[in-house]
């Protein structure tokens, strides 16, 4: 079975996704891993810090943020990708919006495929993933990275978020895109305002009832200054670990992180005080 799927199917509660940005660019860490070096090293300090899986991007997609061409992206994730092959214990998914680049990855060793477009960012993108046969996630965001964050707009955010994310759900089953595969998550801080986010959080028990694992992301995000003026990316733990245990209890199965160890860590806190069995 797939090293992905497997340990989706395998969890007794959610799993922890490190994030490794081998990026110049990316709003809290970027430039800190785009030496392959720096970055293969932070994988295993995640994985020792209690990871369950990783996520490898190579371009960002902070608001704002300026397209990367395929060719360079590949650069920066593969030589990482092909040294943690030979010894990651846990499975690793590529954060790409590009077929090729996923195809490349997956070739290399990992065994997901992250998606913030839902592949819908190339034509080719359903075909690719069906081929790969690996879980994808379908995020959802309104616009582009880079005009994102102006004045998104939503009748009922929440109620338009899970039309988008069903219809693209559906057309991933049509292109041959396995049901048991499709991850699917909301979207936190990609074109949505404070009180977007805030909304889809707490109507996460609306997607988590489609039936599909829901994958949730809101390390250190903007939304969390915008609660508290001033705090910088590198200072927004508690809002971080705040979010991460809330999306746990709304029935979230992934959290994306920054901070592996602290949420384990708040995670382990919650179980014992709720008495749930975390592992």
């Keep these: 079975?797939?090293?992905?799927?497997?340990?989706?199917?395998?969890?007794?509660?959610?799993?922890?996704?490190?994030?490794?940005?081998?990026?110049?660019?990316?709003?809290?860490?970027?430039?800190?891993?785009?030496?392959?070096?720096?970055?293969?090293?932070?994988?295993?300090?995640?994985?020792?810090?209690?990871?369950?899986?990783?996520?490898?991007?190579?371009?960002?997609?902070?608001?704002?943020?300026?397209?990367?061409?395929?060719?360079?992206?590949?650069?920066?994730?593969?030589?990482?990708?092909?040294?943690?092959?030979?010894?990651?214990?846990?499975?690793?998914s590529i954060d790409t919006r590009k077929p090729e680049v996923a195809r490349a990855a997956i070739a290399a060793g990992a065994s997901c495929w992250n998606d913030v477009s839902a592949l819908g960012f190339s034509p080719d993108s359903l075909?690719?993933?069906?081929?790969?046969?690996?879980?994808?996630?379908?995020?959802?965001?309104?616009?582009?990275?880079?005009?994102?964050?102006?004045q998104p707009s939503y009748r009922d955010v929440t109620s338009e978020v899970l039309n988008f994310l069903v219809s693209r759900l559906s057309q991933a089953v049509q292109a041959g895109i396995k049901l048991e595969h499709i991850i699917l998550d909301p979207g936190i801080g990609f074109g949505k305002t404070l009180s977007h986010n805030l909304t889809l959080m707490r109507d996460l028990p609306r997607l988590v009832a489609l039936g599909r694992p829901v994958l949730v992301g809101t390390s250190r995000k903007r939304f969390i200054e915008a609660l508290d003026p001033g705090a910088a990316p590198d200072n927004r733990l508690g809002g971080s670990l705040a979010a991460a245990l809330?999306?746990?209890?709304?029935?979230?199965?992934?959290?994306?992180?920054?901070?592996?160890?602290?949420?384990?860590?708040?995670?382990?806190v919650q179980a014992a005080l709720f008495e749930e069995r975390l592992d």
């Design 1 to 92: 079975m797939n090293r992905f799927l497997q340990a989706l199917n395998n969890r007794a509660g959610p799993l922890i996704m490190g994030v490794i940005n081998t990026t110049p660019d990316s709003f809290s860490d970027g430039g800190q891993f785009i030496d392959p070096a720096a970055a293969i090293a932070h994988a295993h300090a995640l994985v020792a810090a209690g990871a369950d899986l990783l996520d490898l991007g190579g371009e960002s997609t902070r608001p704002g943020a300026e397209p990367v061409g395929a060719d360079e992206e590949i650069d920066r994730v593969l030589p990482v990708l092909q040294a943690l092959a030979k010894d990651c214990p846990i499975p690793i």
């Design 127 to 150: 075909t690719v993933a069906a081929a790969l046969d690996v879980p994808v996630v379908l995020m959802h965001a309104q616009g582009e990275p880079k005009t994102m964050q102006v």
């Design 246 to 268: 809330f999306a746990a209890r709304q029935g979230a199965a992934v959290l994306r992180v920054h901070d592996v160890a602290e949420t384990r860590q708040a995670l382990r």
